[in-house]
C-alpha cells in the first residue's frame, strides 16, 4: 500500500513539474519582425481575380495618411515572394521621405521603375 502512495505522489509532482515546464516555454516564444516590414509605414495592394496583371498600390505612413498610389500594369505582383516584399518596402521608405518634404502625394511611377515593367 506504501509503495502505490509512493508512486501515486511521484507521478503527481513528475506531471505537475512538466505542465509547469510547458508553459513556460510558450511564454518566452517572440517572433522576430520580417525584414520587409517598415517602422514608419505600410502598403497595401489592390488587385482583381479576373484581371491579375492589373494592380493598384498604395503607401500610407502610420497616420494612416494617404502618401502615394500606383496603378501597376503589365506583371503580377506576387507577396508571396521576399524579393517583392523588399522592394515594396524600398518604394515606401522613397516615398515617405519625399512625402515628408512636400506633405502631398508624388505622381512618378516608383513601382514601375523597381519592377522594370515595359509599357
Known amino acids: 500500500m506504501k509503495k502505490n502512495v509512493k508512486n501515486l505522489i511521484m507521478l503527481v509532482l513528475f506531471a505537475t513539474t512538466?505542465?509547469?515546464a510547458v508553459a513556460q516555454k510558450n511564454e518566452t516564444a517572440?517572433?522576430?519582425t520580417p525584414k520587409w516590414i517598415s517602422d514608419q509605414g505600410y502598403w497595401v495592394i489592390e488587385s482583381n481575380i479576373s484581371s491579375p496583371k492589373t494592380s493598384i498600390v498604395n503607401f500610407y505612413n502610420n497616420a494612416n495618411d494617404l502618401i502615394y498610389s500606383e496603378r501597376v500594369e503589365g506583371?503580377?505582383?506576387n507577396i508571396k515572394?521576399?524579393?517583392t516584399c523588399m522592394r515594396l518596402k524600398k518604394v515606401l521608405d522613397?516615398?515617405?521621405i519625399a512625402w515628408?518634404?512636400?506633405q502631398q502625394p508624388?505622381?512618378?511611377q516608383l513601382v514601375k521603375n523597381?519592377?522594370?515593367v515595359k509599357e
Open 81 to 83: 515572394k521576399h524579393q
Open 18 to 20: 512538466s505542465v509547469i
Open 30 to 32: 517572440v517572433k522576430a
Open 100 to 102: 515628408e518634404k512636400m
Open 94 to 96: 522613397k516615398s515617405l
Open 106 to 108: 508624388k505622381s512618378e
Open 114 to 116: 523597381i519592377f522594370k
Open 75 to 77: 506583371v503580377k505582383l
